[in-house]
């Protein structure tokens, strides 16, 4: 999907009032609207999120290839343990919230230095704004792709706004929605939870099935499901017309 790889999708991102700016660090390719370019602030964040979680893997090289869920460890870095409890609540491998919990972790960062910050992360955003925002969701070929958005209100924020794709971009997927996006108050949750409902779907036959696994999620505030032509919501989601 050459829109995906290149991020053509970024195009729709704008705000009246917030400055976009891209930090990319190895895989990490970060989107990030603020009050003021942060550039190289969340550049240095990025490292230091990413030193550690790079180094848990290099001594836990099943945290990086499961994909069922590993115990707690006490001694792990947060965004370790915050990708590890995601997994538990969720019935995933922690990897499934990795982009999630970074997105949130620079977020929350950024926070010091701007009163409003969203981080897009491949499809998966952290959200703490002070005015309403539309949020689009992306599903492929999909004929309702970007026709659609997550309408965010402040009060609502912090959040976690993650969407898992089984025929859109890199990540590994069991399933075949073209969309399936999850609001939670946790990122990492909503990461997680987005790839495990993405995987219930093996055709629009599925979309009640995976809204009704995502629902018994604890901490997932609402869920989008697109595939094909066909659409499901649940929860705590305001969807307008784009």
């Known amino acids: 999907m050459t829109e995906y790889r290149e991020r053509k999708y970024r195009q729709h991102i704008h705000h009246k009032r917030l400055v976009p700016f891209r930090v990319a660090v190895q895989e990490t390719d970060l989107m990030i609207l603020a009050e003021s370019d942060l550039s190289e602030l969340a550049e240095e964040i990025i490292y230091k999120v990413r030193g550690p979680l790079e180094g848990y893997i290099a001594s ?14 006490e001694l792990a870095p947060p965004v370790v343990k915050e990708m590890i409890v995601a997994a538990q609540i969720c019935g995933s491998g922690p990897m ?19 009163g409003e910050v969203v981080v897009e992360n491949g499809g998966d955003c952290f959200v703490k704004v002070k005015s309403p925002v539309q949020i689009s969701i992306f599903a492929g070929r999909s004929k309702l792709s970007n026709s659609l958005a997550l309408k965010v209100y402040p009060d609502k924020t912090p959040l976690g706004v993650c ?13 075949v929605a073209d969309a399936a996006t999850v609001i939670s108050g946790s990122a990492a949750l909503a990461d997680a ?15 009640p099935k995976a809204i009704a696994f995502a629902k018994q999620i604890e901490g997932v505030l609402g869920v989008v499901v697109i595939v094909g032509e ?13």
């Open 60 to 73: 836990h090289p099943d945290f990086l290839s499961t994909f069922t869920p590993l115990p707690h460890d």
């Open 193 to 207: 939870a987005a790839t495990m409902t993405c995987n219930q779907i093996k055709s629009e036959a599925d979309i």
């Open 96 to 114: 499934a919230a990795v982009a999630g919990a970074i997105a949130e972790q620079v977020g929350l960062a950024l926070l010091r230095e701007s």
């Open 163 to 175: 969407t898992s794709s089984g025929t859109v971009g890199h990540s590994i997927s069991f399933g």
């Open 230 to 242: 066909q659409i499901g919501a649940w929860g705590e989601v305001e969807l307008v017309p784009i």
